[in-house]
T-cell receptor, first 112, second 113 residues
Framework: TQLLEQSPQFLSIQEGENLTVYCNSSSVFSSLQWYRQEPGEGPVLLVTVVTGGEVKKLKRLTFQFGDARKDSSLHITAAQPGDTGLYLCAGASQGGSEKLVFGKGTKLTVNP | DTAVSQTPKYLVTQMGNDKSIKCEQNLGHDTMYWYKQDSKKFLKIMFSYNNKELIINETVPNRFSPKSPDKAHLNLHINSLELGDSAVYFC????????????FGSGTQLSVL
């Protein structure tokens, strides 16, 4: 069973601070997606990373896929209250069962 | 227009009842999914259909039966509801397969009393 471990589970910071969220696995993934979920809504895709070592930027958010495609990180610069939400990583399996495996998420709260 | 819509948004029912959740997508996607999110926010796949054909059937009790009348609809019927079925159920779709962007509905919060 492929598992994705996310850390930290909870993160509460002040507006303007930087933060990093991690997504780790012992399995190799063909691609990895990051979603953000707000209360009462479904997850919304932020980015997909495919190549080992790939870095993608989305405004103040920087996503990195590990060289071995087993881990990923999300770095937010100068966090804002609007960044508050549940951040989920999801890995697409490489061979074997074809499904997207989700991590348990990081609940981020950015206080004004 | 809502891309993936599911109804109802909230469902409160007694143990032992049978209930259905409906899902429709207007994106022209081939693949649809049902996910269950527990109280700890863990999102786990239940079923996946591609062009009305069952692709993934995770270890889900037989009381859960998905039905796809056409590729734009994937409904979930649950028999003999149990307390442990309480969760948020999300419908999702993707253009072709599991490794593409998923579009999620806004969820159905099921509470079994």
């Amino acid at each position: 069973t492929q598992l994705l471990e996310q850390s930290p589970q909870f993160l509460s910071i002040q507006e303007g601070e930087n933060l990093t969220v991690y997504c780790n696995s012992s399995s190799v993934f063909s691609s990895l997606q990051w979603y953000r979920q707000e209360p009462g809504e479904g997850p919304v895709l932020l980015v997909t990373v495919v190549t080992g070592g790939e870095v993608k930027k989305l405004k103040r958010l920087t996503f990195q896929f590990g060289d071995a495609r087993k881990d990923s990180s999300l770095h937010i610069t100068a966090a804002q209250p609007g960044d508050t939400g549940l951040y989920l990583c999801a890995g697409a399996s490489q061979g074997g069962s074809e499904k997207l495996v989700f991590g348990k998420g990081t609940k981020l709260t950015v206080n004004p | 227009d809502t891309a993936v819509s599911q109804t109802p948004k909230y469902l409160v029912t007694q143990m032992g009842n049978d209930k259905s959740i409906k899902c429709e997508q207007n994106l022209g996607h081939d693949t649809m999914y049902w996910y269950k999110q527990d109280s700890k926010k863990f999102l786990k796949i239940m079923f996946s259909y591609n062009n009305k054909e069952l692709i993934i059937n995770e270890t889900v009790p037989n009381r859960f039966s998905p039905k796809s009348p056409d590729k734009a609809h994937l409904n979930l019927h649950i028999n003999s509801l149990e307390l442990g079925d309480s969760a948020v159920y999300f419908c999702a779709s993707s253009l072709r397969g599991y490794n593409e962007k998923l579009f999620f509905g806004s969820g159905t919060q099921l509470s079994v009393l």
